[in-house]
């Protein structure tokens, strides 16, 4: 399976700031989407990063909360903007890729963001 | 949408014995249902998956099972130890690579 670096692993946030998680993978990968899991939640799907151009926002995501850039096929950023306490969660990159000539799904290691 | 329910939300089992953990999906178009393992502060692992190709797989004391008439598919834990202690998820794909997940069923594994 590929290896997926994401970071940071955990930060602190004040409130109405912004983050920046990074996800890199070690091999060009066709699928990154971008999921959360609330505390205590099942994860939900944010939006797919596409390889130049816009993302494709899931219902209830918009990209003015969370801008997203993928500008090559190994590397996805997720922004968290204008942060409150509702947006505690884990962040989450996923890639889809042929493992055993099949596509399976996996993710890095998640970010988990605290905002105070 | 795709819409995937999982139950139950918890379950306590005595050790060795077995696990059973189901999901139900409705979109018919879902080909694929990996199923996660996810332990306290760590990322969800893949721990089993079943293509809609294909009825029953088995890798060692794991099972998965799918019956795509009925839209639901299941994950069977035999002779449970302590370490399988942890939230499991179950998830259906479409083509366009999108899982879906259920809400989480607790496994604790009672020594």
């Known amino acids: 399976s590929a290896v997926i670096s994401q970071k940071p692993s955990r930060d602190i946030c004040q409130r109405g700031t912004s983050l920046t998680i990074q996800c890199q993978v070690d091999s060009q990968v066709t699928m990154m989407f971008w999921y959360r899991q609330q505390p205590g939640q099942s994860l939900t799907l944010i939006a797919t990063a596409n390889q130049g151009s816009e993302a494709t926002y899931e219902s209830g995501f918009v990209i003015d909360k969370f801008p997203i850039s993928r500008p090559n096929l190994t590397f996805s950023t997720l922004t968290v903007s204008n942060m409150s306490p509702e947006d505690s969660s884990i962040y989450l990159c996923s890639v889809a890729t042929v493992q055993g000539g099949e596509v399976g799904a996996f993710f890095g290691q998640g970010t988990r963001l605290t905002v105070v | 949408g795709e819409n995937v329910e999982q139950h139950p939300s918890t379950l306590s089992v005595q050790e060795g014995d077995s696990a059973v953990i189901k999901c139900t999906y409705s979109?018919?178009?879902?080909?694929?249902f990996p199923w996660y393992k996810q332990e306290l502060g760590k990322r969800p692992q893949l721990i089993i998956d079943i293509r809609s190709n294909v009825g029953e797989k088995k890798d060692q004391r794991i099972a998965v099972t799918l019956n795509k008439t009925a839209k639901h598919f299941s994950l069977h834990i035999t002779e449970t130890q302590p370490e399988d202690s942890a939230v499991y998820f179950c998830a259906a794909r479409r083509n366009d690579y999108k899982l879906s997940f259920g809400a989480g069923t607790t496994v604790t594994v009672r020594a």
């Open positions: 979109d018919s178009a879902s080909n694929y």
